[in-house]
């Protein structure tokens, strides 16, 4: 599976960014995808998942009501909608895929995720 993310920018604190991510290879809606970020100096952070039926999401706690994760099976790809993004949103984004069984609950540790795509970088302003 190869993943490519794209949507980075630089934004003003409040303002709304939407990152995009898009796979090849095997069968998308196997994976559970994931959003993951990574400040300088920070070790890398899940922000938030979603499993391969769509039905299930998961956030971490400092980006929920503000951020919205999707995707489209047909499309192969996932989406990340950010917004009301503070300063301390600041970070490299990585969208991750973990094939996992379908009962299987969402995981958030970055070293269980199997593919990784390149990252784009999110810059809000204040």
Do not use: H
């Amino acid at each position: 599976v190869q993943l490519q993310a794209s949507g980075g920018g630089l934004v003003q604190a409040g303002g709304s960014l939407k990152l995009s991510c898009t796979a090849s290879g095997r069968t998308f809606s196997s994976y559970v995808m994931g959003w993951f970020r990574q400040a300088p100096g920070k070790e890398r952070e899940f922000v938030a998942a979603i499993k391969g039926s769509g039905v299930k999401t998961q956030y971490a706690d400092f980006v929920k009501g503000r951020f919205t994760i999707s995707r489209d099976n047909a499309k192969n790809t996932v989406a990340l909608q950010m917004n009301s993004l503070k300063p301390e949103d600041t970070a490299v984004y990585y969208c991750a895929a973990d094939l996992i069984p379908p009962t299987v609950l969402i995981r958030t540790t970055p070293g269980e995720y199997d593919y990784w795509g390149q990252g784009t970088q999110v810059t809000v302003s204040s």
